[in-house]
């Protein structure tokens, strides 16, 4: 039996990171939503269970530190991946308070990405035995 695929859902108000994150991740198995909008992503978790989230921080509407607190009441095993054009070290350490997975960078590389979601998959495969 394949492990089953895992949900992610990407959140940037900037349409070409999600332009290129959902070829490269679908690409290695993943089944992939992506947002531009804050709320709607944030309606979408209260009707939709994800494995892992990648947000964005500053953007309009919900900021992504609210994002994803909401997104981990709601299901608190949902890994986190921040990233951000605005990384300083308070905002950095504010998401790992929250329960972030990780926290990238903008600009990234792809791969970086990749392997990020790859650890987060990792764990919740191991959690979930």
């Known amino acids: 039996m394949s492990p089953k695929k895992l949900k992610i859902m990407v959140l940037d108000?900037?349409?070409?990171?999600?332009?290129?994150l959902q070829?490269?991740?679908e690409k290695l198995g993943y089944e992939v939503d992506t947002f531009t909008q804050s709320l709607e992503a944030l309606h979408r978790i209260r009707d939709f269970d994800y494995d892992i989230i990648i947000t964005?921080?500053?953007?309009k509407g919900v900021d992504g530190m609210r994002f994803l607190q909401e997104a981990k009441k709601r299901r608190p095993e949902t890994e986190v991946i921040v990233i951000t054009g605005f990384a300083t070290l308070e905002t950095a350490k504010e998401s790992f308070q929250k329960?972030?997975?990780d926290f990238i960078a903008k600009p990234f590389k792809l791969s970086e990405i990749q392997e990020v979601v790859a650890k987060a998959a990792a764990k919740i495969q191991a959690q979930s035995g």
Request: proline share 11%; aromatic share 6%; with cysteine.
């Open 56 to 59: 964005d921080l500053k953007m």
């Open 99 to 101: 329960g972030v997975f």
């Open 13 to 20: 108000d900037e349409p070409i990171v999600c332009k290129r």
């Open 23 to 25: 070829p490269a991740l």
